[in-house]
């Protein structure tokens, strides 16, 4: 490297350091008199969930950044530095040894030369998502918003765009919310596998990249012994990562700000959270429409949000669950959830008071596989017409009905893959008196819901008709005194879909 580069080096962290230290000063007087919220559990419990996100459901989300440049899938820039790992041993095939060839190398190769963000916008819009959300920083400590306190970003590398403020105006043009996700919380620690060096081999002690002190603004300083959770104990980093996070807020307003953890850094955490709820209100009338969510129960203070996780029961607050339609960043030959598969999911957490935010996998060049094109149309074609029992609905007096051979899955995170629907489970939503069910996959004869009967416990109300949503076919159907009996459907509105959707009136209110 040339003396210029190690002066601006020199320069760029003694910034980020006098920035931090200001970051720190900034933490005795936000903030205070200026708006309602104050850091404090007391003062943030005055949320009130606003009315866009609850009635949304359906968010999509660009996971997507330079780590989908190897094709190699999620945590690429952390495994590449680990030792005989699968990405350790593809980076040293494909681009060399990582004492030599780093994560900084992979940075610029990232182009996005396909992205058509108008395009992706307007197929987002038409699936039916009523919220965006752009990735903003990941672990890999790449920002992809215009910095002007961090030289690693998109406008310097890579694309040379504002990824953060381009995916916005897409968004807004749409006439979709915002959202913004930062895992930067965790990147202190995350990144701490780009200090080692091969234990064994020709490489063997010589340090990777990441331990040169001219790239510590992009990796982070070596950890102190003992420092190894989720988030960092350095109070010098939640300095850093406050101030990174308020210049997010500060320079996009976003409606939606995501954390890929619990609240970070506690005091730092409730200061941002407080001066994000701050400003929004300030930038709406007085009316407070921002949504953070984070990976801790919310008590009502913010959303709760489960990563790949569903709940088991109906939710007093609003939540919401984060997904990806495959890996969370772009893998050769990685299999994709099915249009059907995701459709069950949602109507599942809709029912229990949630919002379903789906990562649609872009290729590192910009654009969506045929095949994910595909199931994105189809979600769109089954939204076109069972969107009235989805969007705007509030949950029924119980979530829905499950066969009782169902085994119980607590509510958790990582619990996806445990939870199998059949044409067995049955979720509701409601919308005024209208009461919306959903058969969660095709049965091999009539439909029988239990909770609908006359003489149920649950709603003893009159059925007065009953429609199969998308279809203005006949539909034969009988209100028991056990159940309300649906005959199957002879044909699907939506074929590739394997959920029906019935509204359902009632000559006095279900309720």
Known sequence: MNTQFVKQTGVTTLLVTALSLFAAAQLQVQPKDRGPFKPTEESLKQYKYPEWFRDAKFGIWAHWGPQAVPRHGDWYARQMYEEGSDDYRYHLAHYGHPSEFGYKDIIPLWKAQRWDPEKLMALYKKAGARYFVSMGTHHDDFFLWNSRIHRWNSVNYGPKKDVVGIWQKAAKEQGLKFGVSEHLGASFTWFQSSHGADTIGPKKGVPYDGANPMYQDLYHAKTEPGDNDWLSNNEEWHREWLFSIKELIDNYHPDLLYSDSGLPFGEYGRNMIAHFYNQNMAANGGDLEAVYTCKQASEGMWVQDLERGVKDSVSLFPWQTDTSIGDWFYRTGQKYKTATEIIQMLVDIVSKNGNLLINIVQTPEGDLE????????????????????????????????????????????????????????????????????????????????????????????????????????????????GALIINKPSKLPVASVQVIGFKIEFKHPAS
């Open 370 to 481: 045929p095949d994910v094109l595909n199931i994105v149309e189809d979600i769109a074609s089954w939204n076109a017409v069972n969107g009235d029992g989805i969007f705007g609905t509030r949950p029924w007096k119980i979530y829905g009905e499950k066969p009782l051979s169902t085994p119980v899955v607590a509510s958790d995170n990582f619990n996806e893959d445990k939870v199998k629907y059949t044409a067995q489970d049955i979720r509701f939503t409601q919308k005024g008196d209208t009461v919306y069910a959903f058969c969660l996959g095709v049965p091999d004869g009539d439909i029988r819901i239990a909770s609908l009967g006359r003489d149920s416990r649950i709603s003893a109300g009159t059925i007065s008709s009953v429609r199969m949503m998308g279809s203005n076919a006949k539909l034969h159907w009988k209100q028991k005194a």
